[in-house]
Nanobody, 121 residues
Framework: QVQLVESGGGLVQPGGSLRLSCAAS????????MGWYRQAPGKQRELVAV???????DYVDSVKGRFTISRDNRKNTVYLQMNSLKPEDTAVYHC???????????????WGKGTLVTVSS
């Protein structure tokens, strides 16, 4: 029933901006934290940004001051505004959400299929 679908990736020049969106749909009882991960070829997957149910945020040091994570709970959507993009930001970006499907269910991790961000001139 539940799926997460990312959008907004693409090719952008260094210094440019992109906004990623991830919408969760299906029979969702509750959403706790949501976040964005990225993985570049030959590198470890890393957590880029996370936002709690109370809108507390955290970022990996390399994107602080450039990226902003936000969420719209009415739309079950998390966003990642990416400014001043650098070539090293190039990666596949995956959305993550901790979801509960009912009152009796625990929170489990759900993942989107990913969207490619390429920063190049």
């Amino acid at each position: 029933q539940v799926q997460l679908v990312e959008s907004g990736g693409g090719l952008v020049q260094p210094g440019g901006s992109l906004r990623l969106s991830c919408a969760a749909s299906g029979s969702i009882f509750s959403i706790n934290a949501m976040g964005w991960y990225r993985q570049a070829p030959g590198k470890q997957r890393e957590l880029v940004a996370v936002i709690s149910s109370g809108d507390s945020t955290d970022y990996v040091d390399s994107v602080k001051g450039r990226f902003t994570i936000s969420r719209d709970n009415r739309k079950n959507t998390v966003y990642l505004q990416m400014n001043s993009l650098k070539p090293e930001d190039t990666a596949v970006y995956h959305c993550n959400a901790k979801l509960s499907l009912s009152l009796l269910d625990p929170y489990n991790d759900y993942w989107g299929k990913g969207t490619l961000v390429t920063v190049s001139s």
